[in-house]
């Protein structure tokens, strides 16, 4: 079994920073595209930017120029840098991460953690 365990949410004001961490742990994997999600109170969840295996990242359009992602391949950990942020960033972070396993491919989850931004 392979697990993510996300840290570093919180509160802060408009305009400050917030950096993320997303850390699998399990055996016998290895990890493909690394990926961050969040969900705003009665939104669907989006998704924020991802990073393949090789470091090539992709970014949504509300953020660009604001976020950046990047991954430890060695530690198994991808991070989320949030630069400038604004209260339409608060939502529920959620990394997710495509896990090659000797028993084929799988998706697996983070438990998500929580980002509030005031204005």
């Known amino acids: 079994q392979v697990s993510l365990v996300e840290s570093g949410g919180g509160s802060v004001q408009a305009g400050g920073s917030l950096s993320l961490s997303c850390a699998a742990s399990?055996?016998?994997?290895?990890?493909?595209?690394m990926a961050w999600h969040r969900q705003a109170p009665g939104k669907q969840r989006e998704l924020v930017a991802y990073?393949?295996?090789?470091?090539?990242?992709n970014l949504a359009d509300s953020v660009k120029g604001r976020f950046t992602i990047s991954r430890d391949n060695a530690k198994n950990t991808v991070y989320l840098q949030m630069n400038s942020l604004k209260p339409e960033d608060t939502g529920v972070y959620y990394c997710a991460a495509v896990v090659h396993r000797l028993g084929g491919t799988s998706d697996y989850w983070g438990q998500g953690t929580q980002v509030t931004v005031s204005s």
């Open positions: 399990g055996s016998a994997f290895s990890i493909g595209l």
């Open positions: 990073i393949t295996s090789g470091g090539t990242t």
